[in-house]
């Protein structure tokens, strides 16, 4: 078992981290505790949108200032931060249940995004594609 932490210091961050190290992590665990019986693609995604919708939560009807506030406050930003985990968690055992490349499919939807987003139509600008 990987040590998430080691004498309360991070082993890994962003600067570090692969996608394939999340992989095995994800992958551990959940075979550990008998879980792939459960974690289909629509049980997985379904865990997407739920926790996704948990983290929605923390920032419904709050003003923009009320929510850049919220990561000022320890407790707050903790909730916030576990929640975009969960979220992490169930994308990354989607990818990695189903052998999906998360960089090769990363980079190929933002060359598509470049041909259907061009900077000299949207820049500074919310429209969807299909306004402009």
């Known amino acids: ?6 004498g309360g210091t ?3 961050n962003d600067k570090n981290t692969s996608i394939s190290y999340f992989k ?3 992958k551990e665990f959940s075979e550990q505790r008998d879980w792939d019986q459960f974690h289909n693609a629509k049980e997985l995604t379904t865990g997407i949108v739920t926790e996704s919708s948990e983290l929605l939560q923390h920032f419904r009807f709050k003003s923009y200032q009320q929510v850049d506030d919220m990561f000022d406050d320890p407790k707050l930003r903790e909730e916030i931060s576990e929640e975009i985990s969960d979220v992490l968690f169930f994308l990354i055992r989607l990818a ?3 052998d999906i ?3 090769t499919e990363f980079n ?3 060359s598509k995004n470049k041909k259907k987003y061009p900077i000299d139509k949207v820049k500074g600008s919310n429209k969807r594609h299909s306004e402009y």
């Open 96 to 98: 990695q249940k189903y």
């Open 24 to 26: 095995k992590i994800v």
């Open 10 to 12: 991070r082993i890994n």
């Open 108 to 110: 190929n939807k933002m």
């Open 1 to 6: 078992m990987i040590n998430y932490r080691k």
């Open 101 to 103: 490349d998360l960089t």
